[in-house]
């Protein structure tokens, strides 16, 4: 079938093992030195392991793939223990995936004699992280909330809106990075904004704070195909165009970690350096941090 799934860039994969704890499906191994995906069938292509890679080694392609097995997968994790089977069933309840996480609870009650954990233990992680959601908790433990559905209310966390129109403070076009041409004159020594593409809807004043002063390109790290291309242009825009500065705003869900990865990667391929800022966006549209790489 057609569907996505992970791709590991081998040039880039320095084997350092970062995402391999971070695949709660347990479809990542290092071998021979490099990160590898063992199997197809325990991939699920949500992409949690990307933004954990410091070289941008990992993205998300779409292609012809065995379909994602929840019964293989989470057979196999029965002897890996309690801590990584909770991890992954908190990771299909954060990306809101009820038809697999069905499917390995309907695993764990048919075959509890054989399971690390009590029944009662796998009911007190879902509902108390559904009551987390409901009451608008983060992530704590460093899991990927970024497919989750969460209706949330915004007063109170900026300043009010102002009584008049809000004019855009977008000064070129396009946005998308695969369609700038980072020759263009308007890119020439200007203050650069590399945001991510859900950055600009959670946050409420985005124009005002991030846009204005700069120009901007748009990506995502996880969905966007061709993400060497982004590199590329980068470079060229480090040392062709010679921006100024390079602010990269990303939200706080692991797949996003992957566009800052792009970027610290350009800055290490261009021969000019150039200072760059970090601004990571909640998904409840507050500012996490703002920090200098």
Request: net charge negative; charged share 20%.
């Amino acid at each position: 079938m057609i569907r996505e799934i992970i791709k590991i860039d081998e040039d880039l994969c320095n084997g350092c093992g970062n995402c391999v704890p971070n695949c709660h499906e347990g479809a990542l191994q290092i071998i021979d030195g490099k990160a590898r995906l063992i199997s197809e069938l325990m991939c699920d292509g949500l992409g949690a392991c990307i933004g954990h890679c410091p070289e941008g080694a990992i993205t998300i392609e779409k292609r012809e793939a065995d379909a994602y097995d929840e019964i293989a997968t989470i057979s196999q994790m029965v002897k890996q223990g309690k801590a990584t089977m909770f991890a992954h069933l908190k990771h299909l309840q954060d990306h809101n995936e009820t038809g697999y996480l069905q499917q390995a609870l309907g695993f764990i009650k048919a075959n509890r004699e054989a399971m690390p954990f009590e029944i009662s233990e796998v009911h007190e992680l879902l509902h108390g992280a559904k009551k987390e959601q409901a009451s608008g908790g983060g992530c704590a433990t460093g899991g990927c909330p970024g497919s989750a559905p969460l209706a949330f209310d915004a007063g109170g966390l900026k300043m009010a809106a102002p009584a008049t129109e809000v004019p855009s403070e977008l000064t070129q076009w396009p946005v998308q990075m695969h369609l700038i041409n980072p020759a263009a004159s308007y890119f020439q020594g200007a203050d650069l904004l590399v945001a991510a593409d859900c950055a600009g809807f959670a946050y409420g004043n985005f124009h005002n704070d991030f846009i204005k002063g700069r120009k901007m390109v748009i990506a995502c790290p996880k969905l966007d195909q061709g993400t060497d291309i982004y590199i590329q242009k980068l470079v060229k825009l480090i040392d062709e165009s010679r921006v100024n500065t390079i602010t990269v705003v990303i939200m706080e869900v692991p797949c996003c970690g992957g566009l800052s990865q792009m970027v610290k990667m350009a800055t290490q391929m261009a021969s000019r350096k150039v200072p760059v800022k970090e601004v990571v966006i909640g998904i409840k549209g507050d500012v996490l941090s703002d920090e200098w790489m």
